[in-house]
């Protein structure tokens, strides 16, 4: 997938502050952030969505969970508290066509999300 950013950024074509990869996964920082941590988390396979999912996937989408949990207890905001997004489809803000988990954290949330 040549015209994914996000592919790109997990072949380290296009630069990004990689915080966490291995074999299956990466996760980067917002370049846009909307909280004082703000990682996203992506599988290296590209998937455009859920709906994408495999079988053969499901270890890795785990990992991705667990990475993102593994993020906030070494940035110490576990105890405050963080958010797991996966935006899917426009009308839902998704604007990257890679499946991907933003971990955000270091601020207040709010409910509903606008
Ligand atoms: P979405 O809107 O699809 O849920 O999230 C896409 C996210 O990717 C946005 O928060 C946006 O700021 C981020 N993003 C888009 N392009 C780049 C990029 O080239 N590098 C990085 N680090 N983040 C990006
Ligand atoms: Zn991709």
């Known amino acids: 997938m040549v015209e994914c950013i996000f592919c790109k950024i997990a072949d380290r ?35 455009p969505n859920p709906g994408a999912i495999q079988d053969a996937d499901r270890a890795v989408i785990g990992r991705l969970f667990q990475i993102a949990a593994q993020i906030a207890r070494d940035r110490a905001i576990q ?18 066509e890679h499946l991907h988990v933003h971990l955000l954290g270091g601020r207040e949330m709010t409910w509903p999300p606008g």
Do not use: C, K, W
């Open 13 to 47: 074509e296009i630069p990004a502050e990689i915080v966490y990869e291995d074999e299956e996964t990466v996760a980067f920082v917002d370049a846009n952030p909307q909280a004082p941590t703000h990682i996203l988390i992506i599988p290296r396979r590209h998937l």
């Open 79 to 96: 105890e405050s508290g963080y958010r797991l997004v996966v935006n899917v489809g426009r009308g839902a803000g998704q604007t990257v």
